[in-house]
Each structure stands twice: as C-alpha cells, then as structure tokens.
C-alpha cells in the first residue's frame, strides 16, 4: 500500500504600513506550494497601531480567514516577532487578551524567518500592484513556475479581471 504524504500547512504573514498580508502554503513531500493568499487595507483604527501590533494583526487574521484548513498542527511563518511578543504577555489588555484567545484554540508552531524569505507576504501587505515589481530572482528563489503562474492568475482574479466562476479551482 502506497502511503498518504503528509500534508502540513504554513501561513505566511506580514504588515506594512498599507496593510497586511498573508500566503496558506502547503508543505508536501519537501515542497512548499500556493494553496490561498489575501490582503487587505488597514482600517483607519489600525492604522494607529504600533509595528508590532500590526504584525500581530496579520496573524491572528490570516489563522481566522483560514481557519477551515487548520484543524491540525500548522506553522506560522513572520518575519518580526510579534507573535513571541503577543504570547508573552503577562496581563494582556482588551483587544491582545482576545487576540491571544483567538490563537490558543489552535495548535501552531511559530517560525522566524529573514524577511528576504517572506516577499509573498510582503507584496500582499503592500498591494497587488507591488507584486509586479518583485525582482525576478526573488520570484525564482522562492515559487516554480506552476506556482509563478498560479499567483498571476490569482492577482488577475483578485484585481476584478475574472468572474465568480474561476475563483471555483480552490
């Protein structure tokens, strides 16, 4: 009998100071593919809060809008460390108290990483338009060509150029 490969998934996420960003990759036989990505603007509220409060945003959003695929162990990967910071909290006020309530309903492992590791999650923060302008070989380093052409796709839908209907492939 063949054997399932193991499936994890990992979220990337980021902030900028336009907005957030965040990438549901899946982790199957050693190789990281594309399953979701989103972004949003901040709200005007947002935009008030320190750095470390707006990465922490990204995160507990990205685990809520993709909640329905993390019914088992994932791993969060950021390039700050907002998460250990959140966490850490003694005394949590009103809104970290929820945000750190929301998180513990899940099992995660949370990852540093170098934020040159993290441009799929840094152009979301930034918009889609940004994501044309990645370099190249950063584009190369990081996704296939399968997952290049699956990104494109997905920001032409994204941008309004593609009916209900096509977003049906997820």
Known sequence: LATKPKKTFIIYTDASQLGIGAALCKLENNE???????????LPREKNYTTTEKECLSVVWAVNKF???LHKKFIIRNDHQALKWLL???EPKERLARWIMQLNTYHFEFEHIEGHKNVV???LSRGVVKMYKMET???NDILSQDDKQKLIFEAHIATGHGGRDAMSIF
């Open 121 to 123: 999650a840094d152009a």
């Open 67 to 69: 909640r329905q695929f």
């Open 88 to 90: 850490s909290q003694k």
């Open 32 to 42: 990281i593919r594309l399953v979701l990505w989103i972004s949003r603007k901040f």
């Open 137 to 139: 070989k950063e584009m």
